[in-house]
């Protein structure tokens, strides 16, 4: 049995430690938002927080977890009120949408890190999430929103 902690939950599994961190995630606690994307961590659509740092669950194995806070989209915020998922909306960000949880969860590590970054900074921290839609600038905007507003409420 490995013990897991996924938002905020300890979780006891009966699983190979090798196993990709996001398949326990999405095919044994059916926690979804995390998406497959490449499997080779490539485009960001998995990316999770591993002890609040953004990481590609597709390539890491659970046994990198294990005594680790694992943070999905899904423990982002109990309501979609974080104000990247609020920027999201009212932006109107995903077209496809297939990307967006993994490209919020990059997003909010990097508020998290830097609450007020420039646009540069934006472009660099989310250059490694890739959207086949080429939402991009409103992705921007978004960012940008959320921070403004979490920058206000300070």
Known sequence: M???????????LDIDPNLPLLW??????SLTGT??????????ACTV????HPVRSCSIPVAAAIGSEVTTIEGLSDNNTHPLQVAWHEHKVPQCGYCQSGQIMQ???LL?????P???EIEQAMSGNLCRCGTYPRI???????????????
């Open 118 to 120: 420039s646009e540069e």
């Open 24 to 29: 326990a995630i999405r095919d044994v606690l």
């Open 49 to 52: 927080w591993l002890e609040g």
């Open 112 to 116: 998290k890190d830097n609450a007020q």
């Open 35 to 44: 998406k497959y994307g490449c499997g080779k961590g490539l485009c960001g």
């Open 2 to 12: 490995i013990s897991l902690s996924i938002n905020g939950t300890k979780q006891k």
């Open 140 to 154: 921007k905007k978004a960012i940008a929103s959320a921070a403004n507003h979490i920058h206000s409420e300070k």
């Open 107 to 109: 997003a909010a590590a």
